[in-house]
């Protein structure tokens, strides 16, 4: 969104009416920012009153222009007390619970302000977006595609279909094998999906219809479609190369590393992503990604020797909570040479760094997973 949808000039008129300010996660003075306003997703947009320091309008994930206008106007109607429905309370009572981490209540905030949406109501694409969202975020996969398949004809043919149906497809493919429904929550799903993607009038982003790509694979992943996916890889891939191709600018092509990477890495040509994430790197040296990521190419070549001095840079740059992924690769990269005592101490690092961050950064459910993962090692 920084590279694309942010330097759209229809923005400008907002520029009086708005404060604006980013975040930066991985820094730790604004620690406590992130514990009052959790962002499990990135990007995450929220619109603050600053008066009563409060959440007026959240949403997560990227947003086109035209979903970004419709998400100010929105805020400015909640903020000037102009949201006159049962609806509006809800969804903003709801966007106060996702803010505060709360996803479980905060999907049930959303049912109940879709339930109480009057007919042709604005914001019933993004509370259906959050609310599949939410429910995936619960853990509760299930739920989250039942909703899916239940909103996704209300808000078909719009802006928020395809987060809708690709959330929906995504959490289907997560509910356990022995559902007896799963088959066909993944079937509708992906329909739909695939309908969002040909869809010629709905705006889609290439970063976003890459996400539609993703949870396309994962479907004919889960329904042991081997030919499909193939072909879905190699289609993604094309994709990807083609958007980078038409980037304007070296920080417009970047958007599209990782998910090159992975598309490159899924398809066994690791060494595909080393020129593109090589030129990034000199196109960014202070960023610790292109190295990080070159990491994962070498590693998948073997070339491991290649891989800790790309481990080395990126530790020379990297900070806050990512620097625990980037340890925890390079342990990786020890366990497949075989050097357990090596991944044992950089595991060890990584334990001790997460522990060392400040609440609202700190995840003790990833220490006590890195703790897991140690201790298994022989």
Same mark, same amino acid.
């Given at each position: 969104m920084k590279a694309y949808v942010y330097t759209d000039a229809s923005l400008e008129r907002y520029a009086g009416r708005f404060v604006w300010l980013s975040i930066n996660t991985e820094d730790a003075k604004n620690a406590a920012f992130l514990k009052k306003y959790p962002m499990p997703v990135l990007p995450t947009m929220l619109v603050l009153d600053a008066k009563r320091d409060e959440v007026i309008v959240r949403y997560a994930g990227g947003a086109t222009v035209?979903?970004?206008?419709?998400?100010?106007?929105?805020?400015?109607?909640?903020?000037q007390e102009r949201a006159t429905s049962a609806a509006d309370a809800h969804l903003a009572r709801a966007d106060r619970l996702a803010s505060a981490g709360k996803q479980r209540e905060a999907a049930e905030a959303y049912d109940a302000a879709i339930a109480?949406?009057?007919?042709?109501?604005?914001?019933?694409?993004?509370?259906?977006?959050?609310?599949?969202?939410?429910?995936?975020?619960?853990?509760?996969?299930?739920?989250?595609?039942?909703?899916?398949?239940?909103?996704?004809?209300?808000?078909?043919?719009?802006?928020?279909?395809?987060?809708?149906?690709?959330?929906?497809?995504?959490?289907?493919?997560?509910?356990?094998?022995e559902h007896p429904k799963r088959v066909e929550m993944i079937g509708?799903?992906?329909?739909?999906?695939?309908?969002?993607?040909? =869809?010629?009038? %709905?705006?889609?982003? &290439?970063?976003?219809?890459?996400?539609?790509? *993703? +949870?396309?694979?994962? $479907?004919?992943?889960?329904?042991?479609?081997?030919?499909?996916?193939?072909?879905?890889?190699?289609?993604?891939?094309?994709?990807?190369?083609a958007a980078a191709a038409r980037a304007k600018t070296p920080e417009q092509r970047t958007v599209y590393d990782s998910h090159r990477l992975t598309a490159y890495l899924e398809l066994g040509t690791p060494e595909?992503?080393?020129?593109?994430?090589?030129?990034?790197?000199?196109?960014?040296?202070?960023?610790?990604?292109?190295?990080?990521?070159?990491?994962?190419?070498?590693?998948?070549?073997?070339r491991y020797d290649d891989a800790l001095a790309a481990s080395d840079r990126a530790l020379a740059k990297v900070y806050g909570p990512r620097r625990i992924s980037?340890?925890?690769?390079?342990? =990786?990269?020890? %366990?497949?040479?075989? &050097?357990?005592?090596?991944?044992?101490?950089? *595991? +060890?690092?990584?334990? $001790?760094?997460?522990?060392?961050?400040?609440?609202?950064?700190?995840?003790?459910?990833?220490?006590a997973m890195l703790e897991?993962?140690?201790?298994s090692l022989p």
């Open positions: 035209q979903q970004l206008t419709r998400l100010f106007d929105g805020a400015e109607s909640v903020h109480a949406a009057p007919r042709k109501w604005k914001s019933l694409g993004r509370a259906g977006e959050s609310l599949v969202l939410a429910y995936s975020m619960a853990g509760d996969a299930e739920r989250c595609a039942g909703r899916a398949l239940a909103l996704y004809p209300r808000v078909k043919g719009t802006a928020s279909a395809p987060n809708v149906a690709s959330t929906g497809l995504s959490c289907a493919v997560a509910v356990k094998k509708r799903l992906e329909r739909a999906t695939r309908e969002t993607f040909d =869809d010629p009038k %709905i705006v889609i982003s &290439d970063d976003d219809r890459s996400g539609l790509y *993703l +949870a396309l694979i994962e $479907a004919a992943d889960a329904t042991g479609d081997d030919e499909g996916l193939v072909a879905l890889k190699h289609e993604w891939a094309a994709f990807l190369e595909k992503a080393i020129p593109m994430l090589e030129q990034s790197e000199r196109d960014f040296p202070d960023d610790y990604n292109p190295p990080s990521r070159l990491v994962w190419a070498y590693k998948a070549l073997k980037v340890l925890s690769l390079r342990a =990786d990269v020890f %366990i497949d040479m075989g &050097d357990a005592k090596a991944a044992k101490e950089t *595991l +060890a690092e990584a334990i $001790a760094f997460a522990r060392s961050l400040p609440e609202g950064q700190r995840s003790e459910r990833r220490i897991e993962r140690l201790a």
